[in-house]
T-cell receptor
């Protein structure tokens, strides 16, 4: 069955450093990979989407890479700020039109001032 | 701009009582709509999705049901709640080309 793994341990970093979060998947042929931010008690907020034929996508301080050989995506936040503290979720959509995302459990990020 | 409204924000219901959660979308037409549940320590679980009025696909067999009476309205229902129905319910719309937009969620506690 399809499986997505994200760092289960919380990531603590110092303000100004780069945060790197990992999303690994198995038994899957993704067409799209998405990253979301979720704050406590709120719904996820879409951040970035990367397609299977793209290696990298950037948006302001955010960068996502997608390696279909390693079956891995990395999510980077450069010049991190305390306001970046949240849980970050990755989600995959399979090739084919089934409209279903497979979600990771998320990684909690804490940026310390 | 597109917005999604979901209510109520919190709900405490006794076991065996009915449930109705409503979600509406503004600023778009014929959206794909989704109901998710997020239990503590678990990932987002897709419950239902709809590609149009009256078209509902169920992902998880359970005592919940969904309906889409209007293009931008999506309703999650139950005739009799179970303790295991407790969780954080999220409505979403969107598609794989541009990500999904989630509502603010409903925290349901069945007691």
């Amino acid at each position: 069955s399809q499986k997505i793994e994200q760092n289960s341990e919380a990531l603590n970093i110092q303000e100004g450093k780069t945060a790197t979060l990992t999303c690994n998947y198995t038994n899957y042929s993704p067409a799209y990979l998405q990253w979301y931010r979720q704050d406590p008690g709120r719904g996820p907020v879409f951040l970035l989407l990367i397609r299977e034929n793209e290696k990298e996508k950037r948006k302001e301080r955010l960068k996502v890479t997608f390696d279909t050989t390693l079956k891995q995506s990395l999510f980077h936040i450069t010049a991190s700020q305390p306001a970046d503290s949240a849980t970050y979720l990755c989600a995959l959509e399979r090739a084919g039109n089934n409209r279903k995302l497979i979600w990771g459990l998320g990684t909690s990020l804490a940026v310390n001032p | 701009s597109q917005t999604i409204h979901q209510w109520p924000a919190t709900l405490v219901q006794p076991v065996g009582s009915p449930l109705s959660l409503e979600c509406t979308v503004e600023g778009t037409s014929n959206p794909n709509l989704y109901w998710y549940r997020q239990a503590a320590g678990r990932g987002l679980q897709l419950l239902f999705y709809s590609v149009g009025i009256g078209q509902i696909s169920s992902e998880v067999p359970q005592n919940l049901s969904a309906s889409r009476p209007q293009d931008r309205q999506f309703i999650l229902s139950s005739k009799k709640l179970l303790l295991s129905d407790s969780g954080f319910y999220l409505c979403a719309w969107g598609g794989h080309y541009y990500g999904y937009t989630f509502g603010s969620g409903t925290r349901l506690t069945v007691v």
